[in-house]
């Protein structure tokens, strides 16, 4: 069973309109995150969340708003969409400490058209 | 600010020949945690080794890397390419005073038969 899951797995959206990517993560992690990856750029990172509260925002743009219900959920909401916008968007969880390793999620693929 | 560097973009090689890419990197922290992070196409990054220890080698999965703090660097390297090592390869470093990973802009290995 995958530990961190992203729904949707694929998503096409109209320019302009608001959409909400889910992220759950079964392990345990107190510490989830946002990356961004898209055919012109590496893996980007655009925010992270610690117990739920957020510790580093790296995303310039305020269209892009996570949410965390949950201790494990962190979802993240674009509004506005943009072409541009379009990429691979990946949640990641780890515990809070140096040596411990990133899991990812499969990711959400984004078209905006 | 910490950062990764990775020089190569692409790197093209045959089966059977030596892997080596390159990464260095650069913090204010005296203790440093280096990561290797695979992404196979379409799938998500994975952890493929990290080190905290100054000049000891670490392996996985006929990969191996030594963290040198004197040169900054975290090379990863593997004696016999395969070509199932085609991939995406991150080298990501834990941040100065905190536990999120910066990632480096990646090499994309490709191994010809």
Known sequence: ?113 | GDSVTQTEGLVTLTEGLPVMLNCTYQTIYSNPFLFWYVQHLNESPRLLLKSFTDNKRTEHQGFHATLHKSSSSFHLQKSSAQLSDSALYYCALVSSGSWQLIFGSGTQLTVMP
């Open chain 1, 1 to 113: 069973d995958p530990k961190i899951i992203q729904k949707p797995k694929y998503l096409v959206a109209v320019t302009g309109s608001e959409k909400i990517l889910i992220c759950e993560q079964y392990l345990g992690h107190n510490a989830m995150y946002w990356y961004r990856q898209s055919a012109k750029k590496p893996l980007e990172f655009m925010f992270s969340y610690s117990y739920q509260k957020l510790m580093d925002n790296q995303t310039a743009s305020s269209r892009f708003q996570p949410q965390s219900s949950k201790k494990n959920h962190l979802d993240l909401q674009i509004t506005a969409l943009k072409p541009d916008d379009s990429a691979t968007y990946f949640c990641a969880s780890s515990q809070e400490t140096k040596n411990s390793d990133y899991t990812f999620g499969s990711g959400t693929r984004l078209l905006v058209i």
